[in-house]
């Protein structure tokens, strides 16, 4: 199969890509996919750098599917970041709801304790 052949099935497998099995390495982020062979009878692990096919093993060059995930990957944007929030430190002020500083005795943020209120 030339390089020219090679792409144009990528793009066919890309066309399917609904049906992948997506997976997200929890430590590294990476994606990869679960592609069906051709025939349908094996299911690769490909990523856009490698792949479990026979055609990726013997001749260590880019496969058509590592070329379909290429393509796909191509058109899909990157997931964001998730953002986790600040844990809010110390307990609640017992005056505004603010925090109070550190593990701190008083019941009353540094602010409130300043004006002279705190209980």
């Known amino acids: 199969m030339t390089i020219e052949n090679r792409t144009a099935r990528g793009l066919d497998i890309a066309a399917g890509a609904g049906q992948w099995i997506k997976i997200t390495d929890r430590e590294t ?5 679960g592609i069906r062979s051709s025939d349908g009878r094996r299911l690769y692990n490909v990523s856009s750098n490698g ?6 093993g013997a001749r ?7 070329r379909a995930v290429r393509a796909f990957e ?4 990157a997931p964001s970041p998730v953002a986790v ?3 809010p430190q110390g307990r609640p002020c ?11 005795i008083y019941s009353q943020c540094d602010d409130c304790s300043a004006a002279g209120g705190w209980l």
């Open 74 to 77: 191509a058109t899909v944007p």
């Open 60 to 66: 260590g060059a880019t496969c058509k599917h590592m």
């Open 51 to 56: 792949c479990t096919c026979p055609d990726r």
């Open 29 to 33: 982020g990476g994606r990869s996919y």
């Open 85 to 87: 929030p600040e844990r």
């Open 94 to 104: 017992t005056k505004c709801g603010g925090r109070v500083r550190g593990e701190s």
